[in-house]
């Protein structure tokens, strides 16, 4: 049994770099035509949404900041460096980067320009309803990436589970998401 696993690990393997190949049977005579290999990429970002503009080196230096925090204990009120809340968790990151925000996620939530879910950027503040605040905002994180093909996000936060980062599909989140704002 061991040995079939090599050996099908192995035929995996040597057949990776293998050409696709089709038949051409509308001539009867079938032809083999290799397909070519995509080597050029940007047909994923060529869509209304990606900006030529973007600056990254800022953005860059914001998840610098929040990841150096990784791991970092939840402490409900706290504002770092050693714990954080999530609003204090964004506005201390942003805080670094010359960027005052507010200190609760409801207030955070008023700042910045509203960005539509299918237009979130990297450094964007993402915001979510918690068991709490009910209806109202409850939690806020920052995009750290965003899925061009699904939409799906992730996001740096502080959780109950210390600074970490989540995606938009996990159930908590997926249903509790209530919108998103830049703030650079």
Do not use: W
């Not at 939840?74 to 010359?98: E, I, L």
């Not at 740096?156 to 159930?171: L, Q, Y």
């Not at 908590?172 to 704002?181: F, K, L, N, T």
Request: glycine share 8%.
């Amino acid at each position: 049994m061991k040995n079939l696993k090599i050996f099908a690990v192995a035929m995996m393997l040597l057949t990776a770099g293998t050409p696709v190949m089709a038949d051409n049977e509308k001539d009867g005579d079938n032809k083999e035509q290799q397909c070519e290999e995509i080597d050029n990429y940007d047909f994923l970002y060529n869509n209304e949404n990606y900006d030529e503009d973007f600056e990254f080196e800022p953005i860059n230096d914001v998840l610098d900041e929040a990841f150096s925090h990784m791991g970092a204990r939840y402490r409900s009120g706290q504002a770092g460096p050693n714990a954080f809340d999530c609003s204090g968790f964004t506005s201390y990151v942003f805080k670094n980067m010359g960027i005052d925000l507010n200190r609760s996620s409801r207030a955070q939530f008023n700042q910045g320009d509203p960005v539509d879910k299918d237009k979130l950027q990297i450094g964007d503040l993402v915001f979510f309803t918690s068991p709490r605040s009910g209806r109202s905002i409850g939690h806020v994180g920052i995009v750290v990436d965003v899925d061009p093909i699904s939409g799906s996000f992730n996001f740096i936060h502080a959780s109950t589970k210390g600074v970490k980062v989540s995606n938009s599909n996990e159930r908590y989140y997926s249903r509790r998401y209530v919108g998103a704002r830049r703030v650079m």
